[in-house]
């Protein structure tokens, strides 16, 4: 008995060591270094991304400064992500390394900010517009508790304060001797203000390829030599599928106005504006390389109408936007917005949208929106009343309930077909149901794979998901939601991956020979446009007997986009250069050529200048400084980067980004109304 009581106290020993060692292992290697990254706070992260003469950049800073853009831009109502505003993770990264080259240049030149300079900065932050410093108590005595309650770490701030120092030091040391004289404001000026209209006509491959007819040879040659290009990877799919109009079901529906006033009373108060008072201040970006000069002047001019208080007043704005916006409509009535902006959420990417969730009196930061920098100030909301709302209310209920109806019908038709497997016999059954007939309910798709823009559907997810399980003919799949209503899918052929005969794709092919040949024709059918006319009256006869349309414009400045055409320097150049009564040699801007003939010029109104020369002087001097400091910090970068100085850790950046994918941000629900 002892013998065997003493055996399994071994054997006891043995399990509970090899425990122990086992414990041990897991924990070596859950704290290993650079273990578990994927579940650790990013902002906790010291794990080293980059290093700029021998500073590091943490993941942490990196994680850090990324949250604070994006809690920026949701401030200001964007729900997009980061990387489809501009700011990719390698843009993140390159400002922390070009803030790290600056205070390491200015380091090394001396430049650094003293105690009183920090101290005078601190105070001059915190003082109204009267001058009165704010951080004191009831005794006029320095309040502690008051500076912590505004700039949280105190260390952390007054730190950025010392960089902020240190970094206009450095500006103003090398852009001490930028310099713009009157002359360069004044031609600046003439170019920009002077007024152009134009009759144009643009020559596109796209509108010759409407008069091109391939023959049959052509195509079967052009689909010989380009037959892979067609090849078709995926499983084609045919689908019959049984259709519920959510608009139809919903028309039946009766609404009293105690339902709409109960809507109306429900609503929270933001969804009972009519819209919001906006100005604005618009910089062009005449061309690419001039963006980082506007973007400078753009950042100066928020700064400047914000001032210490954040905010600024309808009078201030406008006098802002009087003596700098380039938006001519909306500058000389101080930069207000005609009408009112309304939240819409199709409105993606509209900056007006970014003003909804402000407060009044507050401004955007420069929003980049097509050729143009936006300044933006939110202004007092506008009260909607039930009146104003009431056709918003009654859309908005009866889609509600449109929909419900829908789903219901969608339920039972789809149990229905998938008893009967005729589509044709369920949508009689259920067409006065559904407010439809028989015929509008049955539809059918062409051969269709995942990715393919479907008729009356689109690219669609759900679609795909649905239709996705069905393999023979026949099957049925379940409802599912599709524009304007439901879809029950039946599966009616199917295609394995091949390559196509012509037949298949002979639209394609013939499109491509059209796109082929327009595009071997566009130069000389230009020169001969430019041939037949002598002036600007000339174009539109000129252009009738070739096909191709005449336009106008009125007002043009260079600079500016010409309608949806863009922009560039090979237009404003000799377009600067002409006069009234010149047709421009074919100019090649953006894949098409313009003809432009040249009805009127409007020289800039030079007593307007002479109005606005200071503040415009000012403007130019810093945009020159901007240039010419953002230059000299790229060539700094680039000598770190060729000699070592600069090193980053794209590997680490890749685990970061696999580890936090970039994600839209989810879109807040329709409210019941309109806004």
Do not use: C, W
Not at 9 to 22: D, H, P, S
Not at 134 to 160: C, I, N, P, T
Not at 609 to 620: C, I, N, P, Y
Not at 622 to 636: E, M, P, S
């Amino acid at each position: 008995m002892l013998k065997q009581l003493s055996r399994l106290e071994r054997t006891r020993n043995v399990l509970i060591l090899g425990f122990v060692a086992l414990m041990a292992i897991s924990l070596v290697l859950f704290f290993r270094p650079n273990s578990g990254s994927n579940t650790l706070d990013p902002t906790k992260n010291n794990q080293v991304l980059a290093v700029v003469g021998g500073q590091e950049i943490t993941v942490s800073e990196f994680a850090t400064q990324k949250q604070n853009l994006q809690m920026q831009f949701s401030r200001f109502g964007s729900q997009m992500s980061l990387s489809r505003m501009g700011y990719t993770d390698e843009k993140i990264l390159e400002g922390l390394i070009s803030k790290n080259v600056v205070l390491q240049e200015a380091e090394r030149m001396g430049l650094g900010a003293s105690e009183e300079e920090i101290k005078e900065r601190i105070a001059s932050m915190f003082r109204d517009p009267s001058g009165k410093f704010l951080l004191v108590d009831s005794s006029g005595k320095f309040d502690m508790s008051k500076y912590q309650e505004r700039v949280g770490d105190v260390a952390l701030f007054e730190r950025g304060v010392a960089q902020d120092i240190a970094r206009e030091k450095l500006e103003a040391l090398i852009t001490a001797g930028a310099n713009v004289s009157e002359d360069e404001v004044r031609d600046d000026y003439k170019r920009k203000n002077t007024t152009f209209d134009l009759t144009y006509v643009v020559v596109s491959t796209a509108k010759l390829a409407e008069k091109i007819q391939p023959s049959e040879d052509e195509l079967k040659a052009y689909y010989e030599q380009h037959k892979t290009d067609y090849r078709i990877d995926a499983v084609q799919k045919k689908i019959r599928y049984l259709f519920i109009d959510q608009d139809k079901s919903g028309q039946r529906v009766q609404l009293s106005d105690k339902e709409l006033h109960d809507e109306f009373d429900a609503l929270e108060p933001k969804y009972k504006q009519a819209g919001v008072k906006i100005q604005q201040i618009v910089l062009r970006v005449a061309r690419e390389d001039l963006d980082a000069g506007v973007k400078q002047k753009a950042d100066t001019l928020v700064t400047k109408a914000r001032g210490q208080s954040g905010n600024v007043t309808e009078e201030a704005f406008a006098e802002l936007a009087k003596g700098n916006s380039e938006d001519a409509a909306t500058a000389k009535n101080g930069g207000h917005v005609a009408g009112l902006v309304k939240k819409d959420a199709t409105k993606v990417g509209d900056p007006y949208q970014k003003t909804i969730e402000m407060e009044p009196g507050e401004v955007t930061d420069p929003i980049k929106y097509k050729n143009a920098y936006y300044i933006l100030r939110r202004g007092e909301p506008v009260a909607k009343t039930f009146e104003m709302a009431k056709t918003e209310l009654t859309v908005s209920l009866r889609n509600r309930r449109g929909y419900t109806i829908a789903q219901k019908i969608a339920q039972k038709a789809q149990d229905r077909l998938k008893e009967t497997k005729d589509p044709q016999k369920v949508a009689q059954e259920f067409a006065a149901e559904a407010n439809m007939s028989p015929a509008d309910m049955v539809r059918e798709t062409p051969f269709v794979k995942p990715g393919d823009d479907v008729p009356n559907i689109g690219n669609s997810q759900q679609f795909e998901t649905a239709i996705a399980p069905l393999n023979n003919a026949n099957d049925v799949g379940d409802r599912t939601g599709i524009r304007n209503g439901f879809a029950i899918p039946m599966l009616v052929d199917k295609k394995d991956p091949r390559i196509p005969e012509l037949e298949e794709v002979k639209a394609r092919v013939a499109a491509s020979v059209k796109q082929e040949k327009a595009k071997a024709q566009q130069e000389s059918k230009a020169k001969e446009l430019a041939a037949a006319v002598k002036n600007p009256g000339d174009l539109k006869a000129a252009a009738a007997q070739m096909g191709l349309e005449t336009k106008a414009e009125a007002g043009y400045k260079v600079g500016t986009p010409l309608a949806d055409l863009g922009s560039s320097i090979t237009l404003d150049d000799p377009l600067f250069a002409s006069q009234a009564g010149q047709v421009l040699s074919p100019i090649f801007l953006n894949d098409n050529y313009l003809l432009i003939g040249v009805t009127k010029r409007t020289e800039a109104d030079m007593v307007e200048f002479t109005k606005q020369r200071d503040s415009l002087v000012e403007s130019a001097q810093t945009a020159r400084k901007n240039q010419i400091f953002n230059d000299y910090l790229a060539a700094l970068m680039n000598k770190m980067k060729s000699d070592g100085s600069i090193k980053i850790y794209k590997e680490v950046l890749d685990q970061l980004r696999e580890a936090e994918p970039d994600i839209e941000l989810p879109t807040r629900p329709k409210p019941p109304a309109g806004e």
